[in-house]
Nanobody, 122 residues
């Protein structure tokens, strides 16, 4: 059973920084795209940033220039460095991985972490 374990959320003042981490474990053959999404109260889940296995990245306009997504393929881990945080960045942040399991190498499956709370105070 694949697991995505997130860490790094918390409470920070506006203008501060946080680094989120997400590690995928168990029965993974390959990971294609990893990314971060967020959901604020009363709003739909939205994309924050993604990174492909070739290193190609994609960012939401709202975080572009303030956030950097990176990954360590050897550790099956994706990071999100967030700087100059704003109160509107407050949300639950979810890790996502599109991957192939050892027992289903020809099938790409979609997995989500449990979410980590990021709260930015003004």
């Amino acid at each position: 059973q694949v697991q995505l374990v997130e860490s790094g959320g918390g409470l920070v003042q506006a203008g501060g920084s946080l680094r989120l981490s997400c590690t995928a474990s168990r029965s993974i053959f390959s990971i294609n795209t990893m990314g971060w999404y967020r959901q604020a109260p009363g709003k739909q889940r939205e994309l924050v940033a993604t990174i492909r296995s070739d290193g190609n990245t994609n960012y939401a306009d709202s975080v572009k220039g303030r956030s950097t997504i990176s990954r360590d393929n050897a550790k099956n881990t994706v990071y999100l460095q967030m700087n100059s945080l704003k109160p509107e960045d407050t949300a639950v942040y979810y890790c996502n991985a599109k991957l192939n399991r050892f027992d289903m190498r020809n099938v790409e499956s979609d997995y989500w972490g449990q979410g980590t709370q990021v709260t930015v105070s003004s």
